[in-house]
C-alpha cells in the first residue's frame, strides 16, 4: 500500500509561482510512474501532467506546457510539479497519484492517490 502526501499549495496571484511536492511511503517508489491531476469546484479531475519511473519521460496537457514542470526524486521518494505562469483557471485542488510500472493521462488506471492540495490563483 503507498501513501501519497502533497504539499506547497496556496494563493498566488496571477503570474507567480508554486511548487508541489508529493511523497511516497509504503512502496519501492522506483516501480511506479507518477502524475499530478487537478479537480476545479464543478468539473471533473482532469490530467495536468506525469513522469515514468526514472524521469526520462514526461507529458503534459495542451493547456500547461511550457509553464509546469513535472520532476522526480526518487532517492527522495518525491515527485514536483513547478508551476509558473499561474492563470487564474489553475485554481484547482491538486492530486499526486501513483500508477504500477507505468505512466499515463488515464485517471483509472492510477492506483494510488493523495489527498490533494488547493491552490488558488488571483486575478
Known amino acids: 500500500q503507498v501513501q501519497l502526501v502533497e504539499v506547497g499549495g496556496g494563493l498566488v496571484e496571477a503570474g507567480g509561482s508554486l511548487r508541489l511536492s508529493c511523497a511516497a511511503s509504503?512502496?519501492?517508489?522506483?516501480?511506479?510512474?507518477m502524475g499530478w491531476f487537478r479537480q476545479a469546484p464543478g468539473k471533473e479531475r482532469e490530467f495536468v501532467a506525469a513522469?515514468?519511473?526514472?524521469?526520462?519521460?514526461?507529458y503534459y496537457v495542451d493547456s500547461v506546457k511550457g509553464r509546469f514542470t513535472i520532476s522526480r526524486d526518487n532517492a527522495k521518494n518525491t515527485v514536483y510539479l513547478q508551476m509558473n505562469s499561474l492563470k487564474p483557471e489553475d485554481t484547482a485542488v491538486y492530486y499526486c497519484?501513483?500508477?504500477?510500472?507505468?505512466?499515463?493521462?488515464?485517471?483509472?488506471?492510477?492506483?494510488?492517490w493523495g489527498q490533494g492540495t488547493q491552490v488558488t490563483v488571483s486575478s
Open positions: 513522469i515514468s519511473w526514472s524521469g526520462s519521460s514526461t
Open positions: 497519484a501513483a500508477q504500477r510500472d507505468s505512466y499515463s493521462a488515464t485517471r483509472s488506471r492510477y492506483d494510488y
Open positions: 509504503g512502496g519501492t517508489f522506483s516501480f511506479y510512474g
